[in-house]
């Protein structure tokens, strides 16, 4: 009887790890299906965003051209941080409107929208006011104090730029670049959102930090690299092979251009942009683009849409700007009674 009890105790742990281990393989099945959901709506929605990706791209390079050269890549992982804090808040105030006040995301977006256009206004207005004051008068200027003191007007000019606060202007650089990623990275967590709306809660908050963290890492390391791309083509130059040499060359000589295109694409990408979140918002102007642009299809239909969307932003953007010029004008005025 005793060998009977204990042949049956040990079918009855046999036939008990056979249920964990079936329960085991169906949990583990399940587990990478949900994986697999996971990366498959990540994957989705970094293809839905990768429009606002190359704007990202170019506005956060050109916000980081000007620095120094040994502080480039300090300044780009600053900037890099300053986004990934940025996300930190983004992704769960995206997941909290979406559950309570859905209603806020568009209006939120053309805030941001505006603010965006705001700035590239700002930055072609400011490109107006330093031709006008580093003009003709600077020049005037710079050869009367040269005549006055002896020495050439080039010594000047370098003595009045060393006055600059290299560390007060790294500052204000980073800043810039982060509340610029502050906009986009918005969008791109609400384009990203609205991929896995229908999706359980800790879905939508795993596929949104992927995401995140996924572009975080694309745009910064890309960025990192651009700025870097003259050390590359010195790297090359001492290379033994002549078309290493040839190649460190025509990198060395090409990276200037790309930093002046970079330039004009983010303020471009500034009005693209803002443009897009302020007529996505406006439903009159964005019916009628679907009504009359999108029809005519193809390469022609893109480029329609988009200078819309850059007209918007700039008519936006200008007259953000008069209100914030009033604002200062009335201010003091309003103060002082």
Not at 70 to 92: C, I, M, Q, T
Not at 170 to 198: H, P, W
Not at 200 to 210: I, K, S
């Amino acid at each position: 009887m005793a060998v009977a009890g204990l042949l049956m105790l040990l079918d009855d742990i046999a036939a008990l790890l056979d249920d964990v281990a079936l329960m085991t393989k169906t949990a583990a099945g399940k587990s990478t299906a949900i994986l697999d959901d996971v990366a498959a709506q990540t994957k989705v929605a970094m293809q839905k965003t990768a429009g606002v990706l190359g704007d990202d791209l170019a506005l956060n390079a050109e916000k980081v051209t000007g620095v120094s050269a040994n502080r480039e890549l300090p300044v780009v992982w600053a900037v890099a941080k300053g986004s990934l804090k940025n996300k930190a808040y983004l992704v769960p105030a995206a997941m909290l409107i979406s559950a309570f006040a859905p209603w806020l995301i568009i209006p939120l977006l053309m805030v941001g929208g505006a603010f965006l256009c705001f700035e590239g206004v700002e930055k072609i207005l400011e490109l107006f006011r330093k031709r006008q004051q580093h003009g003709a008068k600077q020049v005037v200027a710079e050869s009367v104090e040269a005549a006055q003191i002896g020495v050439a007007p080039s010594s000047v000019r370098a003595a009045h730029e060393k006055q600059l606060d290299p560390a007060q202007y790294e500052k204000e650089k980073i800043a810039g670049a982060v509340r610029t990623d502050f906009i986009l990275s918005a969008e791109i967590m609400a384009i990203a959102l609205g991929t896995v709306a229908s999706k359980p809660l800790w879905e939508q908050f795993t596929v949104l930090v992927a995401v995140a963290l996924a572009i975080t890492v694309f745009v910064y390391g890309l960025v990192a690299g651009i700025v870097r791309m003259d050390d590359v083509g010195g790297w090359l130059m001492a290379k033994k092979s002549a078309a290493l040499q040839a190649i460190g060359r025509g990198t060395i000589a090409f990276t200037p251009w790309l930093m002046r295109g970079l330039s004009v694409v983010g303020t471009a990408a500034m009005f693209m942009v803002g443009g897009s979140l302020l007529v996505h918002g406006m439903a009159p102007i964005e019916h009628w683009v679907q009504a009359v642009i999108a029809p005519v299809g193809g390469i022609a239909a893109a480029l329609g849409a988009v200078l819309v969307h850059v007209l918007v932003g700039a008519v936006i953007g200008a007259a953000v700007v008069v209100c914030v010029e009033l604002w200062h004008k009335l201010r003091p005025a309003k103060t002082g009674h």
